[in-house]
């Protein structure tokens, strides 16, 4: 198909395609087309069938790629119709950023408001139970990992640091239930700040119940 010529009625996304490019282009693949606005259904709709199939740099032959043709793309671009699909597309884009951003906002406050309580034990109990939890998670472990050979613990060898470890370990496998706050945040930089933030919370909760556990609370507090 010969390539298409530049015109006076170019739209600006094809304009500044072009200056990248350097050159003009006979096809858009789905990914040009993201690029410029277009969404699944405006292509399916609009588009319909492609023109040409290229070849994947990544699957190859076996996942073939539709391209459509600069021209088809370009007078498509130039209608109504398309103005008034871009722009309601637009608005779902906007209202559907808005809608993650309040419920970002809802979960940060109620991490914050959430009132932490930290099973209280007494030294001993709180030093068995850390290392019976760490056994256990030593076998689970060759569960996965065939070639992982469990070696049980015992408390009167574990040194003061490693016991620290994992009675910090253990208290926060207790308070597992608070990861329900993270409920409506389904990955993105919204759930990484609200998982930092819980984090916090019960590593500063743990640290007030248990002053011996504090350096060890700092410690991972410092890791990120």
Known sequence: MAESRTSDTQTPAAAADRERGGRHRAYY?????????WTPSMVRDLLG???????SPF????????????GRVEAAEGTEEFARTLAAAARRSAAAREAAARR?????????????????????????????????RDRERAWDRPDHVPRP?????TDTATLAR?????????????????????GGAG??????LLRER?????????????AECRRRLAER
């Open 29 to 37: 693949t789905l990914a040009s087309l993201r690029a410029r606005g």
């Open 49 to 55: 069938e492609p023109d040409a199939q290229g070849r």
């Open 59 to 70: 699957y190859g032959a076996e996942a073939p790629t539709r391209m459509f043709a600069v």
């Open 104 to 136: 970002r906002r809802e979960v940060l406050d109620r991490i914050a408001a959430e009132a932490v309580a930290v099973p209280r034990l007494a030294r001993d109990e709180l030093a068995e139970q850390a290392v019976r939890h760490r056994n256990r």
């Open 153 to 157: 613990a015992v408390l009167a060898t």
């Open 166 to 186: 994992w009675q910090v370990d253990y208290l926060r496998h207790r308070l597992t239930g608070y990861d329900a706050l993270l409920d409506g945040l389904h």
């Open 191 to 196: 759930r990484t700040e609200a998982a930092q």
């Open 202 to 214: 019960l590593l500063d909760a743990i640290a007030r119940a248990y002053p011996e556990l504090a």
